[in-house]
Structures are given as C-alpha cells and as structure tokens.
C-alpha cells in the first residue's frame, strides 16, 4: 500500500536493486522479486530470499517497486523482468482481475499453514499486520476499545485516525456494535454516522506510518488507529504507550507471479521455500510482521513473548477480523472520494 511505501523506505529500496545471492558461483537459474525496499525487504532478503536461493541452487535477483501500476506496465511490455512481485492484498486481487498474474500450483506451493482468507488462485500472502487501537499510558481516561474511542462525550481526548476509508471503516462498524462476520459488505452511510460523532475531536488523520508514530511520540495524541508494527517502534524509543489486539482489523501482503514470464515453473518454487515455517518464523524475528504460515509458531524460532507482539500469532489472530481483500478492490475506488471528502468539510 503507498502509505506504508514510506514506512519502509521506498527510497533506500533502490540502494538494493538487482541485487542478487547464488548457491553457488556456477548457477545459472535465477529469478526477480519485486518488493517495497527499505527494511522490510532487508528481512526478506535474509529469511526468504536468501536460504531459498540455496535450497534450490539459484541465484534471486531483487528490484522495488511502488504498487500495481509497476506490476501492470511489466506485463504489458510482453516481455516482464520480474517474476514474483509483491502487492498490497487488495492490490493481489485485482491483478488477478486484470488478467496480470500466472495461477499458483498449489501441488508444488504447500500452503496448508495458510489461512483461505489469505491466498487466492493466483496469489498467496507472504506476511501479517493489524491496525489496532493504541493509547497514551500516562492518560487515565484512554479509551481502550473501538466503543470507547468513538464515545466523544466520555473519553474527551485527541486522537488521530486513518486517512483511508478502509480499516478505519472497520473500527467505526465495530465501534457501533457490528459482529465482525457482518462488516461486509461495509455500510458507508452508517460508518460515516460513527465517524461525524469524532470528528471534532480527531487532531490529525494520519496517511503514513511515520506520521503515525509522530502524533504519538510528540503527544499531539493519546489515542489512536495504528499499524501494530509500529507500537514496537514508539516502544523501542520509551515512548509509554499500549494496544490492544481486540478487534483489530487484520490485513497482509501477498506474492504473485507476474504473467508472461519465462520463468513460472522456477518461480513457483521459490513461493514455496518463502513460505517455509522455518523461514517465516525468522522473518518475524527480523521485523514487525507476523508470518503467514502458522506453522512457523510451532518451529521454536518464534519465542512466547515475540509471539505476544505478533498479529498473526493464534491467540491474537482469533481477537481480531481479517480484512475482505476483495471488498476493497472492488469498492476503494468508489468510496475513497466520498471519504476525502468527509474529511475535508
């Protein structure tokens, strides 16, 4: 997603282009992963490009990449450079819409540690993340669940939300009382209804997840919507803040393989070894995303306590809803203008 394009670095993403890791100096396989760059792609490099470089004895080149749009002029060069790019799960749907990725072969991808409300056809998540609901510790009267933080009246505090219509239209249903298996389709009228209770009150929308983490850190807020990821972030600078995943709203970023290329069958493997438990329980210790197999909780890599921070970890997982990745492909473009303009008047 753009928004978090900025979280992770965009710009140092291209100190990384092209770069790439071999088994051995003689192979002559390689496949392109496009990916967002900056940290994030760091920790992929070590924990899934790299050891699944040596299990199948080829090299993975790497570039970056700004959303679909990228995606979409490779394919329709007809001659793709990349051959596993990474998107936003949104972003994963419609590409299989727009006829601009390969089906998976679920015979070579294992993917049984992966839930079916995080692979499609033609693309499978790769890791987890949250927005959850975070306050100022040194406020009494924080509000710490989503009914809470759209009660204006009794928690009188500044907060800060979302500049985007999805997650944030999740926490105002939810807010108001709607069971987690009925938010979608999302009612716009009411979500809005929800929001015009807070609007006085909210200090800023935020539409990065630095910007985020700011609000926190210079206490323009004490109550907020955020990526969970960044809770470490404000903590790791003694920033006195806590969260909850209780109704969090649960989103992922997904892999697909890009239409066209030459090198589908090799790439196919490649997906499997990324989604190995061993190597995503190591790519949750590297960074603040949980993984997407669940079976990477069973190797011993992820400790109790690292688990505890995670959004995909069971025990937070089962606190939360999962996000309809297919709603918002279908329905963002429509519902974006109506919300900007909530915002503006």
């Not at 799960?89 to 540690?113: H, R």
Request: include cysteine; aromatic fraction near 8%; proline fraction near 3%.
């Amino acid at each position: 997603m753009k928004s978090r394009n900025s979280l992770i670095g965009f710009a140092a993403a291209m100190a990384v282009t092209s770069l790439g890791w071999t088994a051995s100096a003689s192979a002559t396989d390689s496949i392109t992963v496009a990916s967002w760059g900056g940290t994030l792609q760091d920790a992929q490099r070590k924990a899934l490009f790299q050891p699944a470089a040596k299990a199948l004895g080829i090299e993975i080149k790497e570039d970056s990449l700004d959303g679909l749009a990228a995606l979409r002029a490779q394919v329709m060069s007809g001659t793709p450079t990349w051959d596993i790019v990474e998107l936003d799960s949104s972003g994963c749907v419609l590409a299989q819409a727009e006829g601009l990725t390969e089906p998976l072969d679920y015979n070579v991808i294992e993917a049984s540690g992966v839930s079916d409300s995080m692979k499609g056809s033609n693309w499978i998540g790769v890791f987890v993340y949250a927005t959850v609901l975070a306050w100022s510790e040194g406020e009494e009267n924080a509000p710490k669940t989503w009914a809470e933080f759209f009660d204006a009246d009794k928690f009188a505090i500044a907060r800060s939300l979302y500049a985007s219509p999805n997650y944030t239209m999740e926490a105002a249903l939810l807010a108001d009382g709607v069971a987690p298996k009925d938010l979608y389709p999302i009612d716009v009228d009411r979500a809005l209804s929800v929001l015009e209770r807070i609007k006085p009150k909210i200090a800023a929308w935020w539409k990065t997840g630095s910007h985020s983490v700011q609000l926190m850190r210079d206490g323009e807020v004490e109550g907020l919507a955020i990526w969970n990821g960044r809770i470490s972030e404000l903590r790791k600078e003694g920033v006195k803040v806590a969260y909850t995943f209780q109704d969090g709203i649960v989103d992922f970023d997904c892999l697909v393989i890009a239409r066209g290329t030459k090198k589908k069958d090799l790439a196919m493997k490649a997906l499997n070894e990324f989604l190995k438990a061993e190597n995503q329980a190591t790519f949750a210790t590297l960074i603040d995303y949980g993984p997407v197999n669940t079976k990477a909780f069973d190797t011993g890599i992820i400790s109790a306590e690292r688990a505890s921070e995670l959004a995909s970890a069971p025990e937070n997982l089962d606190k939360m809803v999962v996000v309809d990745s297919t709603f918002w492909a279908e329905n963002l473009k429509a519902i974006q203008p109506r919300f900007d303009q909530f915002i503006q008047e």
